[in-house]
């Protein structure tokens, strides 16, 4: 059963970067869209940004400039990158699988969530 | 682009049929039938249930059901059992081509 396996916990400073893996199935990356969401502390889903199988990564505005999502089929793994990190950031990051080849916002599969913790 | 609009709550008893909406614009909810719903209990990893507006995913029971009018979606969930106690999720692809969530709807099965 496909399934996506993600990084582990990470603690940050302030103004630091973190970069969170996906490790997908074979194929995953060439046959679907992935999305990249997160959700803070008792708070609900947001969407920051996602790529299709062709063509570039679509990022929200609110994330514009500061995330960078990419894939590495040769290793079947996704990544999310995000910089310039401040307390609010402090949230799990879930990677998604979308049913299609482009983003459709209907994620089939998710990762198990990778908690990011910001602090100083 | 703003999150699609969902009631914080609803309520129902077993048995009963609960109906949460959401509500976007003309920009994603009422341009597309990219609409998707979401069932995260506490704790727990979302789970798809609703896909372009209608379609259920495989194992997901029929009495959960999707709708659409205008720039409003909603999902309907008939024959509330203990275990439908969560928080739901809608979602919609964008005219920007992003996608958004709405803010959740926790629903408490009295």
């Known amino acids: 059963q496909d399934q996506l396996v993600q990084s582990g916990a990470e603690v940050k400073t302030p103004g630091s970067s973190v970069k969170v893996s996906c490790k997908a199935s074979?194929?995953?990356?060439?046959?679907?869209?992935m999305s990249w969401v997160r959700q803070a502390p008792g708070q609900g889903l947001e969407w920051m940004g996602g790529?299709?199988?062709?063509?570039?990564?679509s990022y929200a505005e609110k994330f514009q400039g500061r995330v960078t999502i990419s894939t590495d089929e040769s290793t079947n793994t996704a990544y999310m990158e995000l910089s310039s990190l401040r307390s609010e950031d402090t949230a799990v990051y879930y990677c998604?699988?979308?049913?299609?080849?482009?983003?459709?916002?209907?994620?089939?599969?998710w990762g198990q969530g990778t908690m990011v913790t910001v602090s100083s | 682009q703003s999150a699609l609009t969902q009631p914080p709550s609803v309520s129902g008893s077993p048995g009963q049929s609960v109906t949460i909406s959401c509500t976007g614009t003309?920009?994603?909810?009422?341009?597309?039938?990219?609409v998707s719903w979401y069932q995260q209990p506490p704790g727990t990893v979302p789970k798809l249930i609703i896909y372009?507006?209608?379609r259920r995913p495989s194992g997901v029971p029929d009495r959960f059901a999707g709708s659409k009018s205008g720039n409003t979606a909603s999902l309907t969930i008939s024959g509330l059992q203990t275990e439908d106690e969560a928080y739901y999720y809608c979602?919609?692809?964008?005219?920007?081509?992003?996608?958004?969530f709405g803010g959740g709807t926790k629903l408490t099965v009295l």
């Open positions: 003309r920009t994603d909810v009422g341009h597309y039938n990219r």
């Open positions: 790529i299709p199988i062709f063509g570039p990564a």
């Open positions: 074979v194929g995953t990356f060439s046959n679907y869209a």
């Open positions: 979602s919609s692809y964008t005219s920007s081509n992003t996608g958004v």
């Open positions: 372009e507006v209608t």
């Open positions: 998604a699988r979308d049913q299609g080849v482009v983003i459709t916002s209907a994620f089939d599969i």
